[in-house]
């Protein structure tokens, strides 16, 4: 099933700078999907126009089959809260609440019983290996434990989509193979649909399907044979982004 449709979407801003140029893709229920490119190809523009927190210029962003970007400020803020979870590069967890407060400030705001975020909660944080630092607050915990809080914080809430913008930006290589090894867990064992955007090719190597953007449009698509090696994988995205460098 089609969850989300990008459908020739641009987006410009003042003195005719045009960040995205008639972009369109499709991601379905279950995938794992990519997308990369140099340093102000579009990519933050876009993930900001399907996220609804920016609106194309032109275009239509369809999430089973609504269009998104003709939603109202509320409408957007209902949809983000229903229907995505969020993963960023910097966390974003609050400095003054524990892990765990940190984690169910999203069902909270979803109204569910003070049972239901206690089970759900100590599910994800035993599965994702952080249930002996719930406790502790953002400042005490190493950089992959805060990215795990912020994976589960995201997940926690059960989202249709989940967005992660340079989920491994932050973190060191050890840390980086951990956290994708999860969201690989994540996409192929509870089904959540992954957008994912990276610079790095090893994390994009978890993706089934890579969009590479390059001055606001799709430059090329790259789709992962199952026959073929992650390394091997691995190895044609970082062609490709050598390529978008030249």
């Known amino acids: 099933m089609e969850l989300l449709s990008v459908k020739d ?30 340093s102000g190809s579009g990519k933050t523009t876009l993930l900001n126009s399907i ?12 999430f089973e089959g ?11 803020t209902m949809f983000r809260r229903n229907n995505l979870g969020f993963i960023f590069q910097d966390y974003r967890l609050l400095s003054s609440l524990t892990a765990k407060q940190n984690i169910t400030v999203a069902l909270s705001l979803l109204k569910k019983t003070p049972a239901e975020i206690e089970k759900r909660v100590t599910e994800l944080s035993q599965k ?7 406790d502790h607050y953002p400042h005490e915990l190493s950089g992959g434990q ?40 994540i996409n192929q064992e509870l089904h959540t649909t992954i ?8 994390s994009a190597s978890f993706a089934k399907n890579i969009y590479f953007l390059k001055d606001g449009q799709i430059y090329t698509t790259l789709k992962r044979d199952l026959t073929e090696t992650k390394k091997d994988f691995q190895k044609k995205i970082s062609d490709v982004m050598l390529e978008l460098e030249r």
């Open 9 to 38: 979407v641009s987006k410009s801003y003042a003195a005719n700078v045009l960040a995205l140029d008639n972009v369109g893709f499709s991601l379905k229920a279950g995938e794992f999907c990519a997308i990369m490119g140099t």
């Open 51 to 62: 996220a609804t927190l920016d609106a194309p210029s032109k275009g239509q962003i369809l």
């Open 195 to 202: 957008l994912m955007v990276t610079h790095d090719a090893y």
């Open 146 to 185: 805060k990215q795990r809080v912020a994976i589960i914080r995201a997940l926690v809430k059960e989202p249709k989509l989940l967005i992660a913008d340079e989920p491994t930006g932050a973190l060191d290589s050890n840390s980086t193979k951990t956290i994708m090894q999860q969201l690989a867990y």
């Open 66 to 76: 609504v269009d998104v970007a003709k939603m109202s400020v509320d409408e957007a």
């Open 128 to 134: 994702f290996e952080i249930a002996s630092v719930l």
